[in-house]
T-cell receptor, first 115, second 113 residues
Framework: DVKVTQSSRYLVKRTGEKVFLECVQD?????MFWYRQDPGLGLRLIYF???????EKGDIPEGYSVSREKKERFSLILESASTNQTSMYLC??????????????FGDGTRLSIL | DQQVKQNSPSLSVQEGRISILNCDYT??????FLWYKKYPAEGPTFLIS?????DKNEDGRFTVFLNKSAKHLSLHIVPSQPGDSAVYFC????????????FGTGTKLQVIP
């Protein structure tokens, strides 16, 4: 079974802090994704990566950056946290192999509060 | 702009009856569609998918219908069970998108025993 592990379930940080959210997958998936989930807005893609050291902006990349130094690990960085970045953050991974778009496997999320 | 829309934020259904969740999309380049289910405090889990070359895909109690001309898809759950109570997300992708998908806003389904 695919396991996507996010380092923290809950996190509280202060405005202006640099925040790191970590995600690890154990299925050798090529693709990894970071989303945020907000009420009424669904899941919005922040960044994704299709290979080590490769990254692509999603729909809402402003204020975020990412790092993928190893295939299994994808980090989301809030350069200078702001209160509007308070949200549920979800990491996912998927394979390139198979017919059509492959299902994404999600972690359980990190609820981040910026005070 | 919201390319994938789920216009019903919530839906209540009696146990044993059919649940129908709807999804509309605007991008004609989308060619693959997926449904995910999400319980509170858990990540979404994949439920069922359909390619644009089909108009129906069935997996047990779950059936997804695709109407390409209307840019509309629906998820039917028959019979509905209390354990189906969750938020359901529709998602869509296009062939050139690095396995990237666009999610809808979700519909919260409550199945009443």
């Amino acid at each position: 079974d695919v396991k996507v592990t996010q380092s923290s379930r809950y996190l509280v940080k202060r405005t202006g802090e640099k925040v790191f959210l970590e995600c690890v997958q154990d299925m050798d998936h090529e693709n990894m994704f970071w989303y945020r989930q907000d009420p009424g807005l669904g899941l919005r893609l922040i960044y994704f990566s299709y290979d080590v050291k490769m990254k692509e902006k999603g729909d809402i990349p402003e204020g975020y950056s990412v790092s993928r130094e190893k295939k299994e690990r994808f980090s989301l960085i809030l350069e200078s946290a702001s209160t509007n970045q308070t949200s549920m953050y979800l990491c996912a991974s998927s394979s390139n192999y198979g017919t059509g778009t492959q299902p994404q496997h999600f972690g359980d999320g990190t609820r981040l509060s910026i005070l | 702009d919201q390319q994938v829309k789920q216009n019903s934020p919530s839906l209540s259904v009696q146990e044993g009856r059919i649940s129908i969740l709807n999804c509309d999309y605007t991008n004609s380049m989308f060619d693959y569609f997926l449904w995910y289910k999400k319980y509170p405090a858990e990540g979404p889990t994949f439920l069922i998918s359909i390619s644009s070359i089909k108009d129906k895909n069935e997996d047990g109690r779950f059936t997804v219908f695709l109407n390409k001309s209307a840019k509309h898809l629906s998820l039917h759950i028959v019979p509905s069970q209390p354990g189906d109570s969750a938020v359901y997300f529709c998602a869509a992708s296009d062939a050139g998108g690095y396995q990237k998908v666009t999610f809808g806003t979700g519909t919260k389904l409550q199945v009443i025993p």
